[in-house]
């Protein structure tokens, strides 16, 4: 079945840019998803991208996808103190099923 | 006007009661679903009904046991609570079973096993 992993922690300073990094095992994924969670909160959808597709691109956030490499990225531009959270990267396998990795937990520092 | 709302937000009980976990969508969708996240953020289906019947049922316990009466809500009940039952449960809806529309989550339910 479909295996999603990603990095445990990034900690980056204000301003800078976030590159958070997943990697998926089933070619068949067609749809990749990337949500955010604050403290004490949902699951938030950030963005999705379709693996016909290499770049989706949504205001500060670009999604990079190596369908080749099974390799997914998030950029945050210009990152914000408010953009903490724990960002989770998804799959959608071939029964339909939401599949996630384990989290990236993103510190920006003042 | 939440979208997905749960209920109740915490709970705490002792091993070995029963408790259920409510969940309502107003969005319409057709498809809801039980998500379990562990103390390392670790998150996993559990379960997943589309128009009242059970689409996805993974590996879970049969102490749980999803109900939905109709297709805005679906409600977990867990018998015999055991201390490994203990996590933040999610409940979450999409308006088809196929991509491409992400979920959307409920706030979560905090289950602690005493």
């Known amino acids: 079945g479909e295996d999603v992993e990603q990095s445990l922690f990034l900690s980056v300073r204000e301003g800078d840019s976030s590159v958070i990094n997943c990697t998926y095992t089933d070619s068949s994924s067609t749809y990749l998803y990337w949500y955010k969670q604050e403290p004490g909160a949902g699951l938030q959808l950030l963005t999705y991208?379709?693996?016909?597709?290499d770049m989706k691109q949504d205001q500060r956030l670009t999604v990079l996808l190596n369908k080749k490499d099974k390799h997914l990225s998030l950029r945050i531009a210009d990152t914000q103190t408010g953009d903490s959270a724990i960002y989770f990267c998804?799959?959608?396998?071939?029964?339909?099923?939401?599949?996630f990795g384990s989290g990236t937990r993103l510190l920006v520092r003042p | 006007d939440t979208a997905v709302s749960q209920t109740p937000k915490y709970l705490v009980t002792q091993m070995g009661n029963d408790k259920s976990i409510k969940c309502e969508q107003n969005l319409g969708h057709d498809t809801m679903y039980w998500y379990k996240q562990d103390s390392k953020k670790f998150l996993k289906i559990m379960f997943s009904y589309n128009n009242k019947e059970l689409i996805i049922n993974e590996t879970v316990p049969n102490r749980f046991s999803p109900k939905s009466p109709d297709k805005a809500h679906l409600n977990l009940h867990i018998n015999s609570l055991e201390l490994g039952d203990s996590a933040v449960y999610f409940c979450a809806s999409s308006l088809n079973t196929g991509p491409p529309d992400g979920y959307t989550f409920g706030s979560g339910t905090r289950l602690t096993v005493v």
């Open positions: 991208i379709f693996s016909n597709m």
């Open positions: 998804a799959a959608m396998d071939s029964s339909y099923k939401l599949i």
